[in-house]
């Protein structure tokens, strides 16, 4: 039950997909996905051995309850194609494209999604989640995802947008890409996802950080260790207020649009259109979330 066609996911725990030591721990953890990774967590000497370890792991996917993701090499390079190839298997659900810069990149893929799914017998449609992680894709992100219907949500990354051209990553330069990326989701009724934040150690930096994210709409985080899951789970949960403020909103605007009446008051703040659709969406995606849980 969801207005977009985004999944439910606050929080994405990255596995490096030459750790299958770590595989259990992630498969059990609390994250509502697992992403593995063969990309920037891989060293190139590891990548095929990486791509046949995540490989496996899909083939032997048990649980339901998880999102569950790959992130492969970029199109263009050459571990592109073969990464595609082996991990379309029936444990996808979304393969997570790196550094797209072009709406053509994403049709391109979904031509070889047609391909693969046809021929390993997957019967559901894997999504595209699309990583918005340098300066021409953040230019063109809302041709992006207004793409392909495949793309189910945007990706920030800003290892590789901010790191290249020494741009900290303070509130004031964090804000507008994170904003940029969220409207430029919007235009296709789909979600934006907040990058992940290095600092493992620091737990308090890490929930701010999660905070902000979540303040300019994003709807999740990736998480690059299990010690930050329960706090991306924990932030991007609607707070108990905010959903009793939501029920009292439907509520109300139940009654009054069936008395021809769009704007009314709600303790003292007045609630029309806008609100009344964000107070739904904010049950459904404390519902959501309930589901992972
Ligand atoms: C960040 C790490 C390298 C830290 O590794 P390590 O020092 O080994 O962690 P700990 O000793 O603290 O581990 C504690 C226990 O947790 C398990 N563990 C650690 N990490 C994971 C994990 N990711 N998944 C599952 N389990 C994990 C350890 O085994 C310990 O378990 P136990 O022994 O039972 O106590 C490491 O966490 C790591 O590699 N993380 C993922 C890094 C990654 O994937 N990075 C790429 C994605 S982020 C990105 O690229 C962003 C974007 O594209 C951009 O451009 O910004
Ligand atoms: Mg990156």
């Known amino acids: 039950m969801s207005a977009t066609r985004s999944p439910s996911m606050r929080s994405k725990l990255f596995v490096p997909g030459s750790r299958p030591e770590l595989f259990d721990k992630a498969w059990q953890s609390a994250a509502d996905a697992i992403s593995f990774d063969l990309e920037d967590a891989v060293a190139e000497d590891r990548k095929i051995e990486a791509r046949d370890y995540v490989a496996r792991a899909l083939e032997r996917r048990t649980t339901s309850g998880k999102v569950v993701i790959v992130r492969i090499n970029p199109w263009g390079e050459p571990f592109f194609a073969d990464d595609l190839e082996a991990v379309v298997r029936p444990g996808l659900d979304i393969v997570n494209l790196p550094k797209v810069e072009s709406a053509e990149t994403i049709l391109e893929t979904a031509r070889l999604l047609d391909r693969l799914e046809r021929e390993n017998g997957i019967g559901r449609r894997v999504g595209i989640l699309a990583n918005i992680e340098t300066a021409r894709g953040l230019r063109v992100a809302a041709e992006i995802s207004l793409s392909h219907e495949r793309v189910i949500g945007l990706q920030l990354g800003f290892g590789d947008l901010f790191e290249p051209l020494g741009v900290e990553r303070s509130p004031l330069a964090l804000a507008p890409v994170r904003l940029a990326v969220r409207l430029a989701a919007a235009e296709a009724g789909i979600d934006a996802f907040d990058g992940a934040f290095v600092g493992v150690a620091d737990g308090e930096a890490f929930r ?7 303040a300019l709409g994003l709807a999740g985080k990736s998480c690059i260790h299990p010690s930050q899951i329960d706090i991306v789970n924990a932030v991007f949960f609607p707070r108990a207020a905010e959903i009793e403020n939501a029920r009292r909103i439907v509520a109300k605007a139940e009654e009054m649009l069936a008395r021809g009446v769009g704007a009314f008051m709600v303790d ?26």
């Open 208 to 214: 701010m950080d999660a905070e902000a994210g979540r």
């Open 268 to 293: 003292g703040v007045m609630a029309d259109g806008p609100f009344i659709d964000r107070a739904r969406t904010v049950l459904r995606i404390a519902e959501g979330a309930a589901h992972h849980a």
